[in-house]
């Protein structure tokens, strides 16, 4: 009833390629964003804001990253891991060996070290598609881990393997406090997360859904499939490495190799695909769903169990809350395979009709 | 009747010279030779498994034939990848349709355009300044196209859920954002009903007529064919059998024997 584009007339090509081409879409999004800035950082407590949001957001914007691989250009990759772990130790290693170096830059920098070598693990896909491209990447992932853990360089020779972030300085603002974090994540991956909408909706991302769709009609149009597969890599490794050193510097503060391995690839996959392939606003569901639900389940099992009179110790609940997520996103996949963003979509298709029936 | 159609048919943009393609052992064709004038429409014909589809897939860079050599504007070329061709302004439509099924109408048409835009990955992230202006500049382009194939009203439904002679529609228009010199159409009828058969032979004339585009085309439909083309190539088991004007095909005697029959 309130959900109408009736009305609403484009008078010109511009105002009609807008993101959001429906007004109270807008309004929406700007009251989401307004209350993410101005009223979140005020009302949350610092766990939240530390534990939740933070790594949430993160993640969203690594799936970003992963979901205009996968979802746009159709490329199957399980080693987003490892190019977060590329973005953490390239911005490292910029941090501790050029230490004038702003911290945004050190940031940027090395999500543009994750598109270099992304270049160089996608050369593969021109050749290989499907599994066999899966299993490429997959080398990848394996390969960084080991190259981590075992080549003292990229640790500065820290005895124990874990590095320490240095002091986060944005350009004189000291990051600190948990809402500090939370604010200068926000905006890294708000600014990022638009950046990705212009790509998909513009002239390369039509070419990255063309080579996903048909890559064979998608030639014939004269489109390069080396320059549309490269630079979905290159991109989309800029935008994981960039996660990558944020989840370094500014979530962990200090880590070691196995923090991005093998599961985060997995965890980033399941979030691009639960989120909804080829849609930006699904990351996000997506990242909240696999970080958000876990941590529900392992505070609402224990309560839960009370009432029925069973006391779980803590094993049982974290064994309880795996199959429960599990059961979930299986759940989820039959319900709508297309993930939340399509449901999402389907929803809002409802709402322009109700509560009439056509 | 309407008006007799105004167009000019000019000097040879297409030779095909001994042509001979095979797979394996399969010989798909043989020795085939022919033309195609600027600003004719040429139609190829023959059974099934001619080498039809096979010819157009030599033209525009798809298979490379072992013998023989294809000259395009005057220029003889040897191998030639797929968007070489686009690039050098040859578009064309398939049999089976290779639409982009998950994006709307709109942006697969747009698709079409993608030799022309120009601005860098940096300036279409910001969306800005000239990104922008070309998105618009393109997007202009596009709406004519979609406003001459009369299909406004899908223009933002993903074509996965179009049906078939619409899907069919906007492959044409796919090809024809490229602004092609030469466009291939392979069996751009096929499946049609007898209106939906009109329609499309109106855009091809149309095409044909206002941008001046050279049209090579299969087809099955033998009236389709004998109406519309200015000349006909006759294929069989990867062999010419026949080229000239329809009045000349439905007389000669080996096309009647090959494929056209005799009508009880």
């Known amino acids: ?358 | 009747m309407s008006a007799p159609r105004t167009r000019t048919i000019g000097d040879t943009l297409l030779t095909v010279d001994r042509i001979s393609l095979s797979f394996g052992g399969v010989k798909a064709l043989t020795d085939v030779s022919f033309d195609i004038a600027k600003g004719e429409v040429r139609a190829i014909i023959g059974p099934n498994g001619a080498g039809k589809s096979s010819m157009l897939n030599c033209i525009n860079g798809f298979y490379h034939p072992q013998q023989g050599s294809i000259t395009y504007k005057s220029v003889k070329r040897s191998q030639m990848r797929p968007h070489e061709a686009a690039a050098q302004g040859i578009a064309r439509t398939f049999q089976n349709i290779a639409l982009f099924k998950g994006m709307s109408t709109l942006d697969n048409i747009m698709t079409g355009r993608n030799l022309r835009m120009k601005t860098g990955i940096l300036a279409q992230a910001l969306h800005f300044g000239p990104a922008r202006a070309e998105e618009i500049e393109h997007r202009l382009a596009v709406e004519r196209i979609i406003e001459f194939l009369e299909i406004e009203h899908i223009r933002k439904t993903p074509v996965g859920r179009l049906p078939y002679g619409l899907q069919k529609r906007v492959e044409l228009g796919r090809a024809l954002a490229a602004e092609p010199e030469l466009l291939l159409l392979d069996e751009p009828m096929a499946g049609m009903n007898i209106e939906e058969k009109q329609d499309m032979c109106r855009f091809i004339l149309d095409v044909n007529d206002e941008f001046g585009t050279t049209i090579c085309l299969i087809e099955h439909d033998m009236g389709v064919v004998m109406d519309i083309s200015d000349r006909v190539v006759v294929l069989d088991y990867g062999k010419k059998i026949g080229d000239g004007v329809p009045d000349e095909i439905k007389r000669n005697q080996t096309v009647i024997d090959a494929y056209l029959g005799v009508s009880h």
């Open chain 1, 1 to 358: 009833m309130f959900y109408r584009e009736a009305g609403q007339f484009k008078t010109s090509y511009g105002r009609d390629m807008a993101v959001f081409p429906i007004a109270q879409d807008r309004i929406a999004i700007g009251l989401i964003v307004a209350i993410a800035f101005l009223a979140v950082p005020f009302m949350a407590t610092e766990y939240f804001l530390s534990s939740i949001m933070v790594p949430t957001l993160i993640l969203a914007l690594a799936a970003i990253g992963l979901n205009i691989l996968v979802g746009y250009c159709g490329q199957v990759s399980l080693g987003s891991g490892a190019f977060m772990a590329i973005g953490a130790y390239a911005a490292y290693n910029f941090a501790i060996r050029v230490p004038e170096l702003p911290l945004l830059v050190t940031i940027l920098l090395g999500g543009v070290v994750s598109a270099m070598v992304g270049i160089a693990f996608g050369i593969p896909s021109l050749r290989i598609k499907g599994f066999y491209l899966a299993v490429a990447t997959l080398a990848a992932q394996f390969f960084f881990d080991w190259l981590f853990l075992r080549v003292g360089w990229f640790t500065n020779y820290t005895p124990s393997g874990s590095v320490n972030a240095p002091q986060l300085n944005v350009f004189g603002w000291i990051v600190n406090t948990p809402t500090e974090k939370y604010l200068f994540v926000l905006g890294v991956v708000c600014v990022l997360a638009v950046l990705a909408k212009n790509l998909v909706r513009g002239h390369v991302g039509r070419q990255w859904m063309a080579i996903r769709d048909m890559d064979i009609a998608a030639e014939i149009i004269g489109i390069r499939p080396m320059y549309a597969k490269l630079t979905a890599f290159a991109v989309s490794s800029f935008f994981v490495g960039v996660a990558g050193s944020l989840w370094a510097f500014v979530h962990l503060g200090s880590w070691e190799p196995l923090a991005f391995n093998i599961d985060r690839s997995f965890q980033l996959l399941f979030a691009v695909i639960i989120g909804g392939l080829g849609s930006i606003a699904g990351c996000f569901m997506g990242a909240a769903f696999m970080w958000i639900l876990p941590i529900f389940l392992d505070i609402a099992l224990p309560p839960l169990g009370e009432l029925v009179g069973w006391k779980m110790d803590k094993a049982t609940v974290s064994h309880f809350g795996f199959m429960i997520f599990g059961a979930l996103i299986v759940f989820f996949l039959i319900v709508e395979p297309h993930g939340l963003a399509r449901l999402w979509s389907i929803m809002k298709e409802k709402l322009r009709l109700w509560p009439f029936p056509y």
